[in-house]
């Protein structure tokens, strides 16, 4: 953005992502550990049901320029803000996420999301 302050060469993306609870068997961090695996990364990666592969072993996988393009610049970054509506706080965040859901159903616009962040934000 012209004008904004901050680093350019920082990220702001998505991911998804497994765990266990407390109450897991140990059925579950065994199967982390199988699907983290170079082998099924790579297999993941390969068969496009994964676009990036959580393991960095299984990066030679990759064959979309695009796909490289973005594994590349993602290792480069300084820093990477997953879910933007986890850096704010909550209010703020539950109001970023219905408005975008808004936004995707034909009912907002950029600038009526961003008011709607800038009202929670100021109510916090």
Known sequence: MSGGAGDPHAALGGGDGFSCTTKATSACPDFLKYVSSTEVQ??????????????????????D???????????????????????????????????????????????SVAKSVAKAAAQQ
């Open 42 to 63: 790579t297999k993941l990666v390969q068969s496009t049901t994964a676009t990036l592969p959580s393991n960095p072993a299984a990066v030679s996988a990759i064959t």
């Open 65 to 111: 320029p695009t796909l490289k393009q973005v594994e590349q610049y993602l290792k480069e970054t300084p820093f990477n803000q997953t879910y933007f509506d986890q850096a704010l706080q909550t209010n703020p965040g539950l109001a970023l996420d219905a408005a975008i859901a808004d936004f995707f159903a034909g009912k907002g616009s950029p600038e």
